[in-house]
């Protein structure tokens, strides 16, 4: 069968069976076994799929990933987080829009710890919200700072997207975790501008809270006791990464040990806490495995097809440079990214796209960085932008998904911004993981 053929009976094959409502996993899985049966020999090709299968998923680079789920789901169950939460909210005092700051600082803290954008936006959501919503502020200062603090867990290390975007795309992991720190402060530092900036236009959209104001001593106690002892997991995730202490693998593990630790001190580890946190991690740790499995031979069926080399020799065949492919494979993700999940992105893109990365030059972990900001902005992109999903269903009645995305746009624009800048500036990217090796 022609390349071209092949390539598109496959892909259309997959979005058809999404399109049906055929769980992700289920989809991959079985254009996997009709492509290995046409493609790779047939049974003898069947053989081979499980021999692949099993190798993509006891790959030891994916340690991570349910290390930073049990992380998160245990700083969530104990009440870590909120104790993070509860003593910024002195901080801040009664400054106009406090609990709109809150929500980025506080959230881009969390995002440090959990590693998960869906928790941080459900915690922001549900813990933040209805306080904003009583005392009065404007939906655009509440939702938008929300949705755009969450997906920022997708870049700050701990990422288990990061991490599953490195196996998948084969680019270093603990180059990936760290590159994506400066970008991370920096889009953070640029929401904060952003309400700022809402706040001098309309004063009234966040009112000032002079009740809660705290004394300088209760601050200091605040911070000394519910948020410094949290830079104890930060150190362990990304510390003894940037230190050449441990690798990726170790420092997960560590970071769990560090949120155990302090759990205990607080004296918050309990058996239902555990539990709880176990459970959860197991739950999505499954699905992402099962998930990398059906990546991971579909990128060998395309290459076995032909579909592969063939694609690279006619992109090679157009005379543009490097940026117009990349502002391409960019516009790529964020269509994607309006009628599918990240992981299902990562899936379908990440066989096609890297080829590509290596014929333009590009530097793996800095195309990396792009992508999971691409992704990041996936999730507020509507109609089925995860983050607006979640967003919605912690808001009151009558919220739509048209409101949440309207406030969600100065941020977006935001990701945008800072997508321009590391093109201009890969160094941003890049400087972190080259003084560590």
């Known amino acids: 069968m022609d390349w071209h053929l092949s390539l598109v009976a496959m892909f259309t094959t997959i979005l058809a069976l999404m399109a049906i409502g055929m769980p992700v996993a289920v989809a991959f899985l079985t254009i996997n076994l009709l492509g290995t049966l046409y493609f790779m020999g047939g049974l003898s090709g069947i053989d081979q799929l499980i021999a692949n299968s099993t190798t993509s998923i006891t790959n030891f680079s994916l340690v991570p990933v349910p290390l930073f789920l049990v992380m998160g789901e245990l700083l969530f169950h104990t009440g ?53 919503v009583k005392r009065g502020y404007k939906p655009h200062m509440i939702m938008g700072p929300i949705v755009a603090t969450g997906g920022l867990a997708m870049i700050i290390p701990p990422s288990s997207l990061a991490v599953l975007l490195g196996s998948i795309g084969r680019i270093d992991v603990g180059a990936l975790l760290i590159a994506g720190m400066i970008p991370g402060l920096l889009l953070a530092l640029m929401f904060i501008l952003v309400i700022r900036t809402q706040i001098s236009l309309d004063p009234a959209s966040a009112p000032g809270h002079p009740d809660v104001k705290a004394s300088v001593p209760e601050m200091i106690k605040a911070v000394t006791f519910d948020v410094l002892p949290m830079g104890l997991v930060i150190f362990a ?19 769990v040990l560090a949120v155990a630790f302090l759990a205990a001190l ?30 991971t031979t579909f990128s060998q069926i395309l290459a076995f097809s032909g579909a592969s080399s063939g694609l690279i020799m006619w992109s090679s065949g157009f005379d543009l440079n490097a940026y117009t492919m990349l502002a391409i494979l960019f516009l790529t993700l964020v269509f994607l990214g309006m009628f599918m ?14 080829p590509l990365v290596s ?6 972990v800095w195309f990396g960085v792009v992508m999971l900001l691409a992704l990041e902005l996936s999730l507020a992109t509507p109609p089925f932008g995860l983050l ?11 919220t739509t998904i048209g409101n949440v995305a309207w406030a969600a746009l100065p941020y977006i624009l935001c990701t945008l911004a800072l997508i321009v800048v590391l093109a201009i500036f890969p160094e941003l990217a890049t400087w972190l993981p080259q003084i560590t090796r």
């Open 80 to 132: 870590l987080a909120m104790r993070v939460f509860d003593a910024l909210d002195k901080c801040f005092g009664g400054i106009k829009g406090r609990l709109s700051y809150m929500t980025v600082v506080g959230g881009t803290v969390f995002a440090t710890l959990s590693g998960s954008s869906m928790a941080n936006t459900a915690m922001l959501g549900s813990t933040l919200m209805p306080d904003m």
């Open 237 to 255: 995730v990304v510390g003894l990464i940037l230190l050449g202490w441990a690798t990726p693998s170790e420092s997960a593990a560590f970071g």
């Open 359 to 364: 014929l333009y030059g590009f530097d793996q």
């Open 388 to 398: 607006l999903f979640v967003m919605v269903g912690v808001s009151p009645k009558g």
């Open 341 to 354: 999940d990240q992981l299902s992105i990562m899936m379908l893109t990440l066989p096609v796209f890297m």
């Open 266 to 295: 607080y004296k918050k580890l309990t058996i239902e806490a555990i539990t709880k946190s176990l459970r959860g991690a197991l739950i999505v740790s499954t699905l992402m495995l099962t998930i990398i499995i059906g990546s």
